[in-house]
């Protein structure tokens, strides 16, 4: 292992994208929440393409909100659901900005579902990332679009119902031509290419971008203090129901 | 070049809005307020409207088309939206968050039958929805105009007043004046030494001129520098009830201030006439229409703006009356303001003529004038 405090060869590569606010640091999230490795990764695919001071960072109401001082760039919250026609609106008056639409699982495939559709069905030209942790985590567990069939959750005591939503698929079915793909949180340098390559399908102005991120949530999965379970959760069980690829 | 020409009032406002330079509509159909939107979907089409770099979307309903609305004022374009009834409800979900960021939406609201869905044709009950609809404290700007004229005159003031004062601000028409056919007297705002208001964006700006710690109250802003950019974070949820205090008492600072501009209001008929009428929007045409017929017997106070209320010039035209007759197509919208202004400060009956849904007829106010 090469000597980094004499090397003056060595680069240290910092842990964080450089679009990322570090005076807001340590970030607002629960300890061991999946959101800021999905904003890692895409902080570090703004980067790599030089488009921090090109981005309108539209970000939801639930655990997403707490993104909004996450980085120096221009960043606006909305309201629960309402992020994905904000930044189709903003788009619209500035074709030269990266619209970003920062949403969880609640606000985009629930009471926010409408305006996502609609959305990919118009081949709007914004980026949608979908953090999907199968639950409402912010508001205290809630059964979510996405919750898997027997999950017990406050809203669902003794186990959700069999019926979930693959938005992914869903999408790719009303819009051939849109970027679809999901990533997931726990192999960042994928997740970092998946980000990458959704933004320079954005930039080529291609169409609809569309990512959902398998996220986890170790305080309402109650797993708080069980990484081990906490990643078998997200890596075997849920993305297998949510296959990580793309579309 | 001015000129008159005999059109519906929605096309009026059409019109209002592309002399006003608006760039960015966002919509979703509903009677009586579509032919806005035909109007602009149309402008959109042309050749000049390409070249002026206009916007138009269709949303999938109006809580979308709220909130396009709220991006395309983000962005820096002047933008508004058309709707009435159940659409005007759904798009208070975002004028919400417009009064909290104090974001200048403009909204032209032609009101229909309410309760519910309704009549598609008319009434005055969308007053309290305008002026206080969301879950805030009201802070917005609410005109009320009486004619087709008005329709174009305000359709074009609207936007000055949202992007100086950046408060949401709304037209508030009816079916009747977005259907009736009338000469309008059309003209650019040059025409008439009008200068417009420059917009700005909130995100992406690269000439501010107007810093925005200036104007979104300060529990909802960050601005950072990086590398020589500035960075603008906005956020309207908040932690604590002193960061929502605050947001309040800035933003009703704001308001206090920009109030005594903004207001607006008309008085008509002989000073000494003993009997008030106070009337708003199309009724007040036919208040008008009253006041001639009463033979100097009574006199009418139209505010335009409802909102802020120009509460101290209807103390008043109250001073001297002995009789007040407040005539809305509603139940108690208009007449609650007028009791709140006027509490203590009269003893003159108060005659409340409220029809809802129903026109009112200047012979209906004469009957009411001379009644014992």
Known sequence: MPDMTTNQNVQI?????????????????CPGCGHPEVL???????????????????????????????????????????????????????????????????????????????AAVRDEKIFVIVVNNAVYAMTGGQEAPTTLPGMKVSTAPSGADEHYMKAPEMIRNVNPTAFVARGITSVQPALKMLMKDALKFYLDGKGFVFVEVLSQCPLNW?????????????????????????? | MAEKKFLMGNEALGRAARAAGAKAFYGYPITPSSEIM???????????????????????????AGFMLVGGVLAGLRSFTASAGP??????????????????????????????????????SEVNLACFGGNGNGFRVVYSPSTIQDLYDYGIKVFNTAWKHRFPT??????????????????????RGIAMVEPEAYLLEKNRKRPLAEIVPSPELEVREDGGVQYDCLRNCLNFEEETAAVNAEIMAAYAKAAPEILEWENYGPTDAKTLIVAHGIVAAAAQAAVDQSGGQARLFRPITLQPFPL?????????ATKIIVAESALNQ????????????????????????MGILPEEIVGLITAK
């Not at chain 1, 221009?74 to 930044?87: Q, S």
């Not at chain 2, 798009?91 to 229909?112: G, I, N, T």
């Open chain 1, 13 to 29: 590569r910092s842990a964080f994208p450089k679009c990322v606010r570090i005076d807001s640091k340590p970030h607002l999230f």
């Open chain 1, 40 to 118: 890692k990764a895409l902080g570090f695919a703004i980067d790599e393409l030089g488009l921090q001071a090109k981005t309108a960072f539209g970000i939801d109401i639930g655990c997403s909100l707490l993104a909004w001082d996450y980085f120096n760039m221009d960043t606006v919250e909305t309201h629960h659901g309402r992020t994905i026609p904000t930044m189709v609106g903003f788009k619209r008056a500035n074709p030269d900005a990266v619209a970003i639409a920062y949403v969880g699982d609640g606000g985009a495939y629930a009471i926010g579902l409408s305006h996502l559709m609609n």
């Open chain 1, 222 to 247: 109650k797993t708080m203090d069980k990484p081990q379970e906490t990643f078998d959760f997200l890596e075997k069980t849920l993305a297998k129901a949510y296959p990580v690829k793309r579309y």
């Open chain 2, 38 to 64: 035909h109007f602009w979907a149309g402008e959109f089409t042309t050749e000049q409207g390409k070249k002026d770099g206009l916007v138009f979307l269709q949303a999938e309903d109006e809580i979308a």
């Open chain 2, 87 to 124: 659409g005007h409800v759904l798009l208070q979900d975002a004028f919400s968050m417009a009064e909290a960021m104090r974001l200048p939406v403009v909204a032209y609201l032609m009101q229909r039958g309410g309760p519910s869905t309704s009549t598609v044709i008319y009434s005055q």
């Open chain 2, 170 to 191: 709304f037209l508030l028409g009816d079916g009747y004046l977005a259907k009736t056919m009338a000469e309008v007297e059309l003209y650019t705002p040059a025409e």
């Open chain 2, 312 to 320: 101290e010039e209807l103390r008043k035209a109250a001073k001297g």
């Open chain 2, 334 to 357: 208009l007449a609650r303001f007028v009791k709140d202004a006027l509490y203590g400060v009269t003893s003159a009956p108060l005659i409340e003529y409220g029809r809802p849904s």
